[in-house]
């Protein structure tokens, strides 16, 4: 894959189809081909972590360009009632539709100054199929 950027300095690594809740691969997707920067954040995600529940845990997180259309179905309620719309929420695959399968938990806009802002996409790794060499 050649190396592109997203808001004209980030380097993206990967890209990943975006599915709506209720559709799956072997259709086509909802968003084809989203440039991402893709980078494993279990260790930081969990250990911030103060609620019993796993519904907004993450295992990764995804830099993309700000016109990528990506929805979480974050519904907010404060630390002790954060929920998560059972069908509100985007499904990415990585790197394509044939590729890993992840929940996206939250989606936040990110502004640097001075910078083109961008997508931060929180997402939480599905059980690939194993043995896996995708991630």
Avoid at 90 to 100: E, I, Q, S
Wanted: glycine share 10%.
């Amino acid at each position: 894959m050649a190396q592109a950027t997203i808001a004209g300095s980030v380097k993206t690594n990967s890209t990943m189809d975006v599915y709506r809740n209720g559709n799956d691969p072997p259709a086509a997707p909802d968003v084809a081909g989203v440039g991402v920067l893709l980078s494993p954040q279990f260790a930081a995600a969990h250990g911030v972590q103060t609620t019993s529940t796993t519904t907004l845990r993450w295992t990764h997180i995804a830099l993309c360009a700000l016109t990528a259309d990506v929805r979480d179905g974050y519904t907010g309620g404060g630390p002790a009632g954060e929920t998560v719309s059972a069908s509100g929420f985007d499904w990415a695959y990585v790197p394509d539709k044939n590729g890993t399968k992840f929940a996206v938990v939250f989606v936040e806009r990110v502004r640097q100054p001075g910078a083109t802002d961008y997508l931060r996409v929180y997402l939480q790794r599905q059980t690939p199929a194993w043995p896996t060499n995708q991630l």
